[in-house]
């Protein structure tokens, strides 16, 4: 009796584990039973079902795909070219019902590879050979833009794409490298010429400047000496003025006096003289009678 209860137990858990299915990191899984696909998208974890027969779990990786490849495609002049190409896409989650029920596992070829190819060999025709090199970020950008807009539609996203190899005819490389020469030192002389005119705006500048400086410090000197000029007749002015008033008090205070005191004078110096005089004063002005 124990023994049939062992084995129950054992059938029970080999039931059970039968039973789940698990779906690890980075990866999605769809239903399928018996052909016919259930609406929701298994996400990672386990999950337990019951009814394993006739059931089983398709998975997709849902993490970032490295893919490269290489290709030839042809310039807009017709010159054909080898190619290394890479890209980077994911698959979106939500998507790998539609992508399992229109593509099942082979998607890559059917929808990255068919369209990689087309859409590499329409944007080559849009360019010149000699673009390859100098127009690349263009190229791998506008191959991106039109790889989303496609196989978007179907639930993949690109994340890069990098055109790494591209072999050119060596008269081509020849000619790019004779362009690339030549816009280096078109680029060169620009700067230069661009460095040169600055020195000649800033010797231009600093000229105007030196000339506005000496022109307003001559100016400066000149009104200096205008307002000096003013200053010193305005000192003479009040000097003279002074003077004037001087002379009036002496004038009105002295003058009696003054005449007074030189006739003194005078009138002690015919004393003294030796000569005989008779001399007539009122204290005033002495008169000369007889000088003998």
Do not use: W
Not at 71 to 88: A, D, P, Q
Not at 177 to 200: F, H, V, W
Request: glycine share 6%.
């Amino acid at each position: 009796m124990k023994t049939i209860k062992n084995m129950v137990s054992m059938i029970t858990v080999l039931a059970l584990i039968q039973g789940c299915a698990i779906v690890r990191p980075g990866e999605v899984g769809v239903d399928v039973h018996f052909g016919k696909v259930k609406p929701t998208v298994m996400k990672p974890g386990p999950h337990h079902f019951m009814g394993f027969i006739g059931r089983k779990i398709e998975r997709f990786d849902t993490r970032i795909v490295n893919y490269s490849r290489e290709l030839n495609f042809h310039t807009k002049e017709g010159i054909e070219v080898n190619s290394e190409i890479t890209i980077l896409y994911h698959i979106i989650p939500d998507s790998v019902i539609r992508i399992y029920q229109d593509f099942g596992a082979g998607y890559q070829e059917t929808v990255i590879e068919d369209n990689l190819i087309t859409i590499l060999r329409q944007t080559g025709l849009d360019y010149k050979a000699t673009q390859l090199i100098t127009e690349r970020n263009n190229i791998e950008n506008t191959i991106k833009e039109k790889m989303n807009a496609v196989t978007g539609e179907y639930g993949f996203a690109m994340d890069l794409v990098m055109l790494k190899e591209v072999d050119l005819p060596q008269a081509v490389v020849e000619t790019i490298e004779a362009q690339l020469n030549a816009d280096e030192i078109a680029k060169k002389t620009k700067i230069e010429n661009e460095i040169k005119r600055n020195q000649l705006d800033f010797e231009l500048e600093k000229q105007k400047k030196e000339k506005e400086m000496a022109i307003i410090t001559e100016r400066m000197q000149i009104d200096f000496n205008i307002e000096k000029q003013k200053k010193e007749a305005e000192r003479l002015l009040i000097e003279a003025e002074a003077i004037k008033k001087q002379q009036a008090i002496i004038n009105a205070t002295l003058n009696d006096r003054l005449i007074k005191y030189k006739s003194l004078e005078i009138t002690r110096e015919l004393v003294g003289s030796k000569n005989t005089k008779v001399i007539v004063t009122d204290g005033k002005s002495p008169v000369i009678v007889n000088d003998n």
